[in-house]
């Protein structure tokens, strides 16, 4: 079992930043990807951003430029940096962890990222 506990998020202005970190705990397996998706009301969840513990990174179209995803692999944490944010990035961004060795996806409970216009 891995326990995911996310932290960081809130209400902004548009243009500002925040940064989200997600803490696993657990049964943690060295090869694994650790990543954040995002789910607005009335829509799917998706993937924002994701990095493996050996360093590559995928990060939707819709944030290149504006978020950063970044680790630190001896705390077994994901971080996201968010800046120049916009209304559309309103929603509930969620934790995930993959162990390579399972394929089996855990999820945090999610941290809500409220952005005003």
């Known amino acids: 079992q891995v326990q995911l506990v996310e932290s960081g998020g809130g209400l902004v202005q548009a243009g500002g930043s925040l940064r989200l970190s997600c803490t696993a705990s657990?049964?943690?397996?060295?090869?694994?990807?650790m990543g954040w998706y995002r789910q607005a009301p009335g829509k799917q969840r998706e993937l924002v951003a994701a990095r493996t513990s050996s360093g590559s990174t995928n990060i939707a179209d819709s944030v290149k430029g504006r978020f950063t995803i970044s680790r630190d692999n001896a705390k077994n944490t994901v971080y996201l940096q968010m800046n120049s944010l916009k209304p559309e990035d309103t929603a509930n961004y969620f934790c995930?962890?993959?162990?390579?060795?399972?394929?089996?996806?855990?999820w945090g409970h999610g941290t809500q990222v409220t952005v005003s216009s």
């Open positions: 995930s962890y993959v162990a390579w060795s399972e394929m089996y996806t855990y």
């Open positions: 657990g049964s943690i397996f060295s090869g694994n990807t």
